[in-house]
């Protein structure tokens, strides 16, 4: 396994897509991290292509429930931190589960350090071949970038499908998406035997995949925000909408109906509606992929174990 350390402020991924009636930002949070040592001659795990741009986020949903059409917004960004790398090796990770960190290296910076995107493991999957994968966003990372957990680099990313973006005319410096309704979801698989992934993890403990309806009540999973709940205010096709909020690194969490403990899909965008005569904010949403669709796709079932 290779080690690795923060090192540096947090920073949000810069930009959004904007689309109809919402202002979305993308739930992962880009930090830079510095490989400080290897263990067993393990070389450091650099990706040699560069990084996806950082301005790289979600797709569009439907028009939420407003009155007026909103203006663009950004939600509120989490606060910055500094950490200096360690001198002491972190003990290396036993499992990774539903919630858990992940971080997805992206690109060297030089010296030692590492462009990466902090997200969220979605759930346990097994793919058609019965191989154990994990579930994540996937404007989180391109295939073959190398996964960490808890400062070590444990896996890569396996399979991934993220919307493809273009310029905003309206919005110079902007991005939109070229399809609002674009696949988001990624796969990933853990290349250290000793580390094992969870099919459940405290509360979330799916029992099955469902299909959202509004007004379900729901609760999701993030790395940053934790453990909230709400309810299911709109589908659209592949798509989720609920009134939680949520902020960048919480991308890939999983999202889980508490009546029948189904898990319903995998956190992708942080949502803000406000009135477009005065700027106020009505209301914050988060938006979700379909994990039953990126289970059709990949021809993976849910490992609840």
């Not at 400062?151 to 399809?179: L, T």
């Not at 000793?194 to 993030?222: E, F, N």
């Not at 999983?254 to 898990?263: C, M, Q, V």
Request: a positive charge; charged letters at 20%; aromatic letters at 4%.
């Amino acid at each position: 396994m290779t080690e690795y350390f923060e090192d540096g402020e947090s920073i949000l991924a810069k930009g959004s897509r904007l689309a109809a009636v919402l202002r979305r930002t993308a739930c992962a949070a880009a930090v830079t991290v510095a490989a400080t040592s290897t263990l067993g001659g393990v070389a450091t795990a650099a990706p040699a292509t560069p990084a996806p741009s950082s301005s790289a986020t979600a797709p569009s949903a439907t028009k939420a429930p407003s009155t007026k059409a909103p203006t663009t917004k950004s939600p509120a960004a989490p606060s910055t931190k500094t950490q200096a790398p360690s001198a002491a090796v972190p003990p290396a990770p036993k499992s990774v589960g539903p919630g858990d960190r992940i971080d997805i290296l992206q690109r060297s910076l030089g010296d030692g350090k590492f462009q990466a995107l902090q997200c969220t493991m979605g759930f346990a999957v097994t793919s058609g071949t019965g191989e154990r994968l994990g579930v994540t966003a996937g404007h989180c990372g391109s295939v073959s970038k190398p996964v960490g957990v808890d400062h070590w680099v444990v896996g890569q990313i396996v399979e991934s499908h993220a919307p493809a973006v273009k310029p905003d005319p309206k919005r110079p410096g902007q991005m939109a998406p070229v399809d609002p309704f674009a696949p988001d979801w990624a796969t990933f698989r853990l290349t250290d035997k000793s580390v094992k992934m969870l099919g459940s993890k405290g509360r979330i403990a799916p029992y099955s995949v469902g299909t959202a309806k509004v007004g379900d009540k729901v609760c999701q999973q993030g790395s940053v925000n934790g453990y909230r709940c709400g309810k299911v205010v709109q589908t659209k096709g592949d798509w989720i909408l609920t009134d939680i909020t949520t902020t960048q690194g919480d991308s890939g969490g999983p999202l889980i109906r508490t009546s029948d403990h189904a898990a319903l899909g995998i956190i992708t965008d942080a949502v803000t509606l406000s009135d477009s005569d005065t700027g106020q904010v009505k209301g914050k949403a988060t938006q979700y992929y379909s994990l039953q669709a990126a289970l059709r796709a990949s021809g993976a079932t849910l490992a609840t174990r």
